[in-house]
């Protein structure tokens, strides 16, 4: 990582939940018409997960040629909404919402159209309500596909209440297929 990020020092970290599934197994989207995760909303990235070992998950993004930034590489915007969306789905842990404070990506190497990128994430560490995260992303299928890191990501997740939602419900379009975790005035 090239960018600048410091942990504070008396940072806790949690341990495994016994909620969470074990490795391999599928965490389900924290908001159906969520634009990361949800399967109610169409013209989304419908990123799938599963928890890893320890406490950290993993996802997958299948680059289509709709995520297009440079020519023939993906939009960094997409690249930073999927670290955004598997830092989350990370903080599921914590068996409480959260929101994303701060997010900052390394851009290491361009990532062609039609990779299937795989991300990593987990959490540092926590602090009063706030959630250090970290991720990284390798190319597993493709004519790219390798070992090596081609982006990574910092996260700051703040954890919220329930109600936090709650005046933004108006906006809310239609009725969801599934509540968001944690909030069922929704
Ligand atoms: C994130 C958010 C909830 C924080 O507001 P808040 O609950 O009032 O939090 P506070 O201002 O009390 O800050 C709590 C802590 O987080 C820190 N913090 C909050 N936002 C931060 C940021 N962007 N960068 C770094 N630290 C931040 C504060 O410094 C404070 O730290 P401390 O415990 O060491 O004192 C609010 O800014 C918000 O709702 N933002 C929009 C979130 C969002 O929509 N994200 C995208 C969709 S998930
Ligand atoms: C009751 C447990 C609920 C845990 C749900 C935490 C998942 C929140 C993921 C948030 C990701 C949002 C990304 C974004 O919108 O910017």
């Known amino acids: 990582m090239s960018g600048t990020w410091t942990l504070p020092d008396d940072l806790e970290v949690p341990i495994r939940p016994d909620f969470f599934p074990a490795p391999g197994g599928d965490l389900p989207q924290h908001w159906s018409k969520c634009f990361g995760c949800g399967d109610d909303q169409p013209t989304g990235i419908a990123m799938r997960f599963t928890a890893a070992e320890g406490i950290e998950v993993a996802g997958r993004l299948t680059v289509e040629s709709r995520y297009q930034g440079g020519p023939g590489v993906i939009h960094g915007g997409i690249l930073t909404t999927a670290f955004d969306e598997t830092q ?12 994303t404070g701060h997010l900052q990506i390394d851009f290491a190497r361009p990532i062609p159209l039609g990779s299937v990128l795989e991300f990593r994430a987990r959490i540092d560490g926590t602090i009063r309500r706030k959630v250090y995260t970290s991720a990284e992303a390798r190319i597993v299928e493709g004519p790219a596909a390798s070992d090596e890191v081609v982006a990574t990501s910092r996260g700051l997740f703040l954890r919220i209440k329930p109600e936090h939602f709650t005046p933004m419900a108006e906006f809310v379009d239609g009725v969801p297929t599934m509540p968001s975790f944690g909030n069922s005035t929704l």
């Open 88 to 99: 989350g789905i990370a903080c599921m842990v914590l068996g409480s919402p959260v929101v």
